[in-house]
C-alpha cells in the first residue's frame, strides 16, 4: 500500500499562486508516476499534471499549462505542484495520485492511490 497526504491548499486571489505538497509513503518502490487531479462541485475529476518518478516529461492539462508545474523530490518521496496566475476556476478540490503502471496515465483510472485532497479556492 502507499499513503499519500497533500498539504498547502487554500484560498488565493485571481492572479496569485499556491503550492501544494503531496506526501507518499509506504510501499513508494512501486510506484511509477505520480499526478495531480482536481474536482470541482458538480463535475467530475479531471487530470492536472503528471510525472515519473524516474524522471523524463511531465504532463498537463491545457487548460494549466503555463501555470501550474508539477516537479518531485525522490529523496524525501514528495511531489509539488506550484500554481501560479491562478483563476477562479482553477477553484476544486486537489488530489495527489499515485500509479504502479509502467507508463505515465491522464486518466483516473490509471492510478492506483489516492490522498484525500486539499481545497483550493481562487476569488475573483
Known amino acids: 500500500q502507499v499513503q499519500l497526504v497533500e498539504s498547502g491548499g487554500g484560498l488565493a486571489q485571481a492572479g496569485g499562486s499556491l503550492s501544494l505538497s503531496c506526501a507518499a509513503s509506504?510501499?513508494?518502490?512501486?510506484?511509477?508516476?505520480m499526478g495531480w487531479f482536481r474536482q470541482a462541485p458538480g463535475k467530475e475529476r479531471e487530470f492536472v499534471a503528471a510525472l515519473s518518478w524516474r524522471g523524463g516529461p511531465t504532463y498537463y492539462s491545457d487548460s494549466v499549462k503555463g501555470r501550474l508545474t508539477i516537479s518531485r523530490d525522490n529523496a524525501k518521496n514528495m511531489v509539488y505542484l506550484q500554481m501560479n496566475s491562478l483563476k477562479p476556476e482553477d477553484t476544486a478540490v486537489y488530489y495527489c495520485?499515485?500509479?504502479?503502471?509502467?507508463?505515465?496515465?491522464?486518466?483516473?483510472?490509471?492510478?492506483?492511490?489516492w490522498g484525500q485532497g486539499t481545497q483550493v479556492t481562487v476569488s475573483s
Open positions: 495520485a499515485a500509479g504502479s503502471k509502467s507508463w505515465v496515465s491522464r486518466i483516473v483510472d490509471g492510478y492506483d492511490y
Open positions: 509506504g510501499r513508494t518502490l512501486s510506484v511509477y508516476s
